[in-house]
């Protein structure tokens, strides 16, 4: 019997988690308790180096114990543990304020695409690689003309018998630049009608024929490139899939983007502050009451929401372990994505001006964080399909109705 199944019934789940709680004790470092920078997320890769002496430990500790993906097969270095466990493991961390030892388009999106579509011979070769942190993946989805119409994408990949030849370019690509490989959908079939004529293929950025521009944001910051592919060769073997079946995989994909969105919000990296505090931090009372009446009625409006949407991550976990097809997904990362929005814009209204500063003396962290993390809320309610096409992908497959 596997480690997964002698752990299900609610006894053993109990006894799971004092021992789940008793390692995170001794092992997890003080310093990884701590509300994580940007700065200090560990993202792996061939020239990556630990952010302090604790990030290491603690990722070496999660690593060898099978805790980085704790549901992943063990034959390829995941912890082998059932839904349940995971989410027992997920629990306890958050319970601690411990930190993610691992971030990453590897963790978060390619390797449980992989798991349901490689072959063995490519699991084999790249989960182990993703879990141990050894390379770091990026994404090439979207195009300068294709980004919520993906499937007009138009970079190209020729057969040439024992290669692919790739041109074209991809954009938005997250950390292109610092990333070792790239998992890229590619057009293989001009002629075959547009979805039906794309392949996902995983390509080495050092090849040659590929480089990356930085795209800078107003921020001054740039974690955007374009990336170009000129003449580049793929081995066949980097294809996963069938041959023009790619859409199927980059869906898939997509669920696991999406589901990362709608949850981003409860497992911010930064200080998490919430509104009902802070209100008490910085508004005015009157017997007790917030005195803005607006903010008020705002307030409780989040907060039900938020308590919605925990009933509804609740609801599509035991859905999903009874194996129960449910809509429920499909409207998380709209439903998740907006409420950060409504929060950031909600810390805003209630810091005032405390809450517009980006840098310089006069604001605390939490002061400068509300500020990043509202433009980010933005971005995220366009990362992984824009908020308009979720609401359109809603109308179709969830409400079912009628198309214009
Ligand atoms: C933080 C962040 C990280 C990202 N990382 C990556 C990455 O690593 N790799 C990658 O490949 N891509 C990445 N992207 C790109 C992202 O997937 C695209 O931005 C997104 O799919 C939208 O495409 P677009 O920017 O081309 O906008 P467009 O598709 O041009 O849309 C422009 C506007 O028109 C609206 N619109 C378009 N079509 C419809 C419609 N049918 N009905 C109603 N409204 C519509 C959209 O909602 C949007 O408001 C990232 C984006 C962000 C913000």
Redesign the pocket.
Same mark, same amino acid.
């Given at each position: 019997m596997s480690a997964a199944e002698r752990s299900n019934n609610v006894q053993d789940l109990e006894q799971f988690r004092l021992e789940v709680r008793d390692w995170l004790q001794d092992n997890c470092p003080e310093s990884q308790r701590q509300p994580i920078t940007p700065e200090e997320q560990y993202y792996g890769g061939r020239d990556s180096s630990f952010p302090s002496d604790d990030a290491r430990i603690w990722f070496e500790r999660m690593r060898d114990k099978g805790w980085i993906c704790p549901e992943w097969p063990s034959e390829y270095g995941g912890g082998g543990l059932s839904p349940q466990q995971g989410k027992v493991i997920k629990e306890e961390m958050k319970a601690i304020r411990a930190r993610a030892p691992l971030y990453g388009?590897g963790i978060w999106m390619l390797g449980p695409a992989m798991l349901e579509f490689g072959n063995e011979a490519q699991k084999q070769e790249h989960i182990r690689d993703i879990l141990n942190g050894t390379i770091r993946w $990026?994404?090439?989805?979207?195009e300068p003309g294709?980004?919520?119409?993906?499937a007009s994408l138009q970079c190209k990949a020729e057969d040439k018998g024992d290669y692919y030849l790739v041109n074209g370019s991809?954009?938005?690509?997250?950390? $292109?630049d610092k990333a070792d490989r790239i998992f890229c959908l590619v057009r293989t079939d001009p002629d075959a009608k547009k979805q039906e004529g794309i392949s996902f293929l995983l390509i080495d950025m050092d090849d040659p024929g590929i480089s990356t521009t930085p795209i800078e944001l107003i921020s001054g910051e740039s974690?955007?490139c374009q990336t170009f592919f000129d003449d580049v060769k793929v081995p066949k073997k980097n294809l996963v899939g069938e041959l023009n079946k790619g859409w199927s995989v980059a869906k898939a994909l997509l669920v696991h983007e999406r589901k990362l969105m709608s949850e981003l919000g409860s497992d911010s990296p930064r200080e998490i502050v919430v509104p009902n505090q802070a209100a008490r931090q910085y508004l005015d009372f009157e017997d007790g009451k917030i005195s803005d009446h607006e903010l008020r009625s705002k307030l409780v409006e989040y907060d039900m929401e938020m308590h919605a949407i925990g009933l509804t991550h609740f609801r599509t976990f035991e859905e999903k372990i009874a194996g129960v097809r449910s809509a429920a997904p499909l409207i998380m990362k709209y439903a998740g994505t907006e409420a950060e929005k409504q929060k950031s814009e909600l810390l805003l209204a209630i810091m005032g001006s405390q809450g517009l500063g980006w840098e310089g003396e006069g604001f605390n962290r939490a002061e400068l964080d509300t500020l990043r993390l509202w433009a @980010?809320s933005y971005? @995220?309610t366009?990362?992984?399909?824009?908020?308009?096409?979720q609401?359109?992908l809603i109308a179709k497959n969830v409400l079912e109705l009628p198309q214009g």
């Amino acid at each position: 019997m596997s480690a997964a199944e002698r752990s299900n019934n609610v006894q053993d789940l109990e006894q799971f988690r004092l021992e789940v709680r008793d390692w995170l004790q001794d092992n997890c470092p003080e310093s990884q308790r701590q509300p994580i920078t940007p700065e200090e997320q560990y993202y792996g890769g061939r020239d990556s180096s630990f952010p302090s002496d604790d990030a290491r430990i603690w990722f070496e500790r999660m690593r060898d114990k099978g805790w980085i993906c704790p549901e992943w097969p063990s034959e390829y270095g995941g912890g082998g543990l059932s839904p349940q466990q995971g989410k027992v493991i997920k629990e306890e961390m958050k319970a601690i304020r411990a930190r993610a030892p691992l971030y990453g388009h590897g963790i978060w999106m390619l390797g449980p695409a992989m798991l349901e579509f490689g072959n063995e011979a490519q699991k084999q070769e790249h989960i182990r690689d993703i879990l141990n942190g050894t390379i770091r993946w $990026a994404q090439g989805y979207s195009e300068p003309g294709s980004g919520s119409d993906l499937a007009s994408l138009q970079c190209k990949a020729e057969d040439k018998g024992d290669y692919y030849l790739v041109n074209g370019s991809k954009t938005w690509t997250t950390s $292109a630049d610092k990333a070792d490989r790239i998992f890229c959908l590619v057009r293989t079939d001009p002629d075959a009608k547009k979805q039906e004529g794309i392949s996902f293929l995983l390509i080495d950025m050092d090849d040659p024929g590929i480089s990356t521009t930085p795209i800078e944001l107003i921020s001054g910051e740039s974690e955007f490139c374009q990336t170009f592919f000129d003449d580049v060769k793929v081995p066949k073997k980097n294809l996963v899939g069938e041959l023009n079946k790619g859409w199927s995989v980059a869906k898939a994909l997509l669920v696991h983007e999406r589901k990362l969105m709608s949850e981003l919000g409860s497992d911010s990296p930064r200080e998490i502050v919430v509104p009902n505090q802070a209100a008490r931090q910085y508004l005015d009372f009157e017997d007790g009451k917030i005195s803005d009446h607006e903010l008020r009625s705002k307030l409780v409006e989040y907060d039900m929401e938020m308590h919605a949407i925990g009933l509804t991550h609740f609801r599509t976990f035991e859905e999903k372990i009874a194996g129960v097809r449910s809509a429920a997904p499909l409207i998380m990362k709209y439903a998740g994505t907006e409420a950060e929005k409504q929060k950031s814009e909600l810390l805003l209204a209630i810091m005032g001006s405390q809450g517009l500063g980006w840098e310089g003396e006069g604001f605390n962290r939490a002061e400068l964080d509300t500020l990043r993390l509202w433009a @980010m809320s933005y971005a @995220m309610t366009i990362a992984g399909g824009t908020s308009e096409v979720q609401l359109n992908l809603i109308a179709k497959n969830v409400l079912e109705l009628p198309q214009g």
